[in-house]
């Protein structure tokens, strides 16, 4: 499914307020980054079918450092985004597809763009994350095939602020 398909079921409002579910989250990453001309952020493909856990954490990088009379302090130096997605594997899923394709499981230069935000603001982010496939078939006989995805941060320590557009 595409972002666009996915969005013409919301409306973002940017002045919500209230909880979110993990549901209300949105990654979308672009099926083909390497084309000679940008593809369009409503055209990049939702990570969804089969993903049960879709685990978003900023890892922090800091230093410690102490200071005459002050003690021990803790700085921030910097920071990695990372995606842990996992679920089954569903074969026919164009986000799955191309995370599991030979590239990433054999290739080193595995760079693709995304966007991650929720759909009642439309607010999130947008950048560049290395595709790591750690599973690409795992399970018991009889069960369905588990996939396991590391998505981490590649380039910039800031990530460029996003807000979805319907346009």
Request: glycine residues 10%; aromatic residues 8%; proline residues 4%.
């Amino acid at each position: 499914m595409t972002l666009s398909e996915l969005m013409a079921s919301y409306t973002p409002d940017p002045s919500y307020t209230g909880i979110v579910n993990t549901d209300d989250f949105v990654l979308a990453i672009d099926p083909d980054p390497t084309a000679t001309e940008a593809t369009a952020e409503s055209a990049y493909v939702v990570v969804e079918k089969g993903i049960e856990g879709q685990d978003a954490q900023l890892n922090g990088e800091t230093s410690d450092k102490k200071y005459l009379r002050a003690g021990t302090s803790t700085i921030k130096t910097g920071k990695q985004r990372t995606f842990s997605i996992s679920g089954d594997r569903y074969i026919g899923d164009p986000a799955q597809d191309y995370l599991i394709g030979t590239k990433h499981l054999h290739g080193n230069d595995c760079i693709t763009n995304y966007v991650f935000f929720d759909v009642k603001t439309g607010k999130g982010e947008k950048g560049q994350v290395s595709v790591i496939v750690n599973t690409d078939e795992g399970g018991t006989a009889g069960s369905p095939a588990t996939i396991a995805i590391d998505l981490k941060q590649y380039g910039s320590l800031t990530n460029e602020a996003y807000e979805y557009s319907a346009v």
